[in-house]
C-alpha cells in the first residue's frame, strides 16, 4: 500500500504564497500520476491540477491556470504544488492522490475516482 504524506499547509494573507509537498512511500517511477484535489466546508472535491511522472506533463484546473503550478523531485520521491497569487476562495484542504496506471487522455486524471492513493490532506487558509 502506497502511503503519501501531505505537508505546507498554513495560514497566508491573500495575494502570498505557499507550497505543498506530498512524500510517497514507493519511489515515483512507480507511479505514474499525481494529482491534487480540494475541498471546502459544504462543497464537492475539485480538481487541482495533475502531473505526469514521466516527463513531467502538467494539466490544470482554469481558475489555478498561471498561479499554481505542480512539480516533482524523483529523487526524493516528493511531489510539490507551488500557489501563487493566493485568493480567499483558494481557503480549502488540499489533498495529493496517486496511481500507477497509465492511461492516455487529459480529462483522465482530473477525476478522483481514477487514483488509488490519497494523502489525509493539509489546511490552505487564505485570509482576506
Not at 21 to 39: D, P, V
Not at 59 to 69: A, I, L, N, P, Q
Not at 108 to 116: I, L, R
Request: glycine residues 14%.
Amino acid at each position: 500500500q502506497v502511503q503519501l504524506v501531505e505537508s505546507g499547509g498554513g495560514l497566508v494573507q491573500a495575494g502570498g504564497s505557499l507550497r505543498l509537498s506530498c512524500a510517497t512511500s514507493e519511489h515515483i517511477s512507480g507511479l505514474y500520476a499525481m494529482g491534487w484535489f480540494r475541498q471546502s466546508p459544504g462543497q464537492k472535491r475539485e480538481f487541482v491540477g495533475y502531473i505526469i511522472f514521466i516527463g513531467g506533463g502538467t494539466y490544470y484546473e482554469d481558475s489555478v491556470k498561471g498561479r499554481f503550478t505542480i512539480t516533482r523531485d524523483n529523487g526524493e520521491n516528493t511531489a510539490y504544488l507551488q500557489m501563487s497569487s493566493l485568493r480567499p476562495e483558494d481557503t480549502a484542504v488540499y489533498y495529493c492522490a496517486a496511481t500507477p496506471r497509465a492511461f492516455y487522455g487529459s480529462d483522465y486524471y482530473a477525476k478522483g475516482s481514477n487514483y488509488d492513493y490519497w494523502g489525509q490532506g493539509t489546511q490552505v487558509t487564505v485570509s482576506s
